[in-house]
């Protein structure tokens, strides 16, 4: 098994950039397709971004497309997700997650490993 554990969030102004974290645990995660989700109030934990475990492929969502960045450095056991001119609509509790094959389509339901989240709120 693989422990997750994110990092970074906080309160930012629309407009501001924010780094988040993935570190894990358990496991060396060069095995492993990696993702970020997100969850806003009311709504469903929706993809955000991924990346194959050698790092050659990055997917994103179109809502993100330009703005974030995902990244992975197998050495630190560690994803991390750049995110930049963040808006009030990107507000939500970011997760991190694992899949033990890569994929080229992503979801909720094909992840194998979740963090419990960290919480980004964009102010306008």
């Known amino acids: 098994q693989v422990q997750l554990v994110e990092s970074g969030g906080g309160l930012v102004q629309a407009g501001d950039s924010l780094k988040l974290s993935c570190a894990a645990s358990?496991?060396?995660?060069?095995?492993?397709?990696m993702g970020w989700f997100r969850q806003a109030p009311g709504k469903e934990r929706e993809f955000v971004a991924g990346?194959?475990?050698?790092?050659?492929?990055?997917y994103y969502a179109d809502s993100v497309k330009g703005r974030f960045t995902i990244s992975r450095d197998n050495a630190k056991n560690t994803v991390y997700l750049q995110m930049s001119s963040l808006k009030p609509g990107d507000t939500a509790i970011y997760y991190c997650?694992?899949?033990?094959?890569?994929?080229?389509?992503?979801?909720?339901?094909?992840?194998?490993?979740w963090g419990k989240g960290t919480l980004v709120t964009v102010s306008s």
């Open positions: 997650a694992a899949a033990l094959s890569d994929r080229s389509s992503w979801s909720v339901g094909v992840m194998d490993y």
């Open positions: 358990g496991r060396t995660l060069s095995s492993y397709a």
């Open positions: 990346i194959k475990s050698t790092g050659t492929s990055t």
